[in-house]
C-alpha cells in the first residue's frame, strides 16, 4: 500500500518560505512511471496544483507559482520536497503531496497524503 | 488555463436517489485526462474515475462518469449515506487544474 506524509512547519512568517518535505512508503520514487506533485486546498476549499518532479529531478510546475517554487527530490530518503518563497496570507492553506500516474493515455492523482495544514502569519 | 466549472455547487437529495453532476472546461479536454474525486471533511481527495469514465480500483459501480470535449458527468446512480460529501473533477494538459467542486449534501 503506498502511502505518502507530509512534514514541516504549520506557520511561516509573511515573507519566508515554506518548506515541506513528502516521505513516500510502498513505492520507490526511482522506480519511475509517475510524477510526485505537490496540491494545495485553500480554506474555500478550491485546490491548486503546485508542480511536480520525476525521480530524475525534471520539473514542472504552475505557470502561477513558477517564480516562487522549487521542487526537489532525494531518492536516497524516498522523499521529494516543497520550497515556496515569499510567502503571504494568500499562501494559508492545507498542503497535499500526491501521486500523478502518467502511464499514457492517462494521467491522474491516485495517492494524497493527508495534508497539512500551512498558516502563514506574523 | 484550462477552467474547469462544475454545477451545481450544492446538490441537496436523499439516500437511494440518483445524483447528476457537472464539470464544464473553458477548452475542450482529451476524455482520457478528465478524473473525479471525492473528498469528506478532514480527508485528502480519493480518486474515483480516471479517463472520464473508468472507475479506480474499489469504487463501487454506482459511481459513473461520461462525457467529451468540454462537458463532463459524474452520476450516483442510488445515493448511499456514506456518498454525502465534495466532488471535484480535475483535467490534465500542459498544467492541472480542478473543479471549484460540488457539495453533495442530504436534504
Known amino acids: 500500500q503506498v502511502q505518502l506524509q507530509e512534514s514541516g512547519p504549520g506557520l511561516v512568517k509573511p515573507s519566508q518560505t515554506l518548506s515541506l518535505t513528502c516521505t513516500v512508503s510502498g513505492d520507490s520514487i526511482s522506480s519511475g512511471g509517475y510524477y510526485w506533485s505537490w496540491i494545495r486546498q485553500y480554506p474555500g476549499k478550491g485546490l491548486e496544483w503546485i508542480g511536480y518532479i520525476y525521480y530524475s529531478g525534471s520539473t514542472y510546475y504552475n505557470p502561477s507559482l513558477k517564480s516562487r517554487v522549487t521542487i526537489s527530490v532525494d531518492t536516497s530518503k524516498n522523499q521529494f520536497s516543497l520550497k515556496l518563497s515569499s510567502v503571504t496570507a494568500a499562501d494559508t492553506a492545507v498542503y497535499y503531496c500526491?501521486?500523478?500516474?502518467?502511464?499514457?493515455?492517462?494521467?491522474?492523482?491516485?495517492?494524497w497524503g493527508q495534508g497539512t495544514l500551512v498558516t502563514v502569519s506574523s | 488555463e484550462n477552467v474547469l466549472t462544475q454545477s451545481p455547487g450544492t446538490l441537496s437529495l436523499s439516500p437511494g436517489e440518483r445524483a447528476t453532476l457537472s464539470c464544464r472546461a473553458s477548452?475542450?479536454?482529451?476524455?482520457?485526462?478528465l478524473a473525479w474525486y471525492q473528498q469528506k471533511s478532514g480527508q485528502a481527495p480519493r480518486l474515483l474515475i480516471y479517463?472520464?469514465?473508468s472507475r479506480a480500483t474499489g469504487i463501487p459501480d454506482r459511481f459513473s462518469g461520461s462525457g467529451s470535449g468540454t462537458d463532463f458527468t459524474l452520476t450516483i446512480s442510488r445515493l448511499e449515506p456514506e456518498d454525502f460529501a465534495v466532488y471535484y473533477c480535475q483535467q490534465y494538459g500542459s498544467s492541472r487544474t480542478f473543479g471549484q467542486g460540488t457539495k453533495l449534501e442530504i436534504k
Open positions: 479517463g472520464a469514465s
Open positions: 477548452q475542450s479536454v482529451s476524455s482520457s485526462f
Open positions: 500526491a501521486r500523478e500516474v502518467t502511464v499514457d493515455p492517462n494521467y491522474y492523482f491516485d495517492y
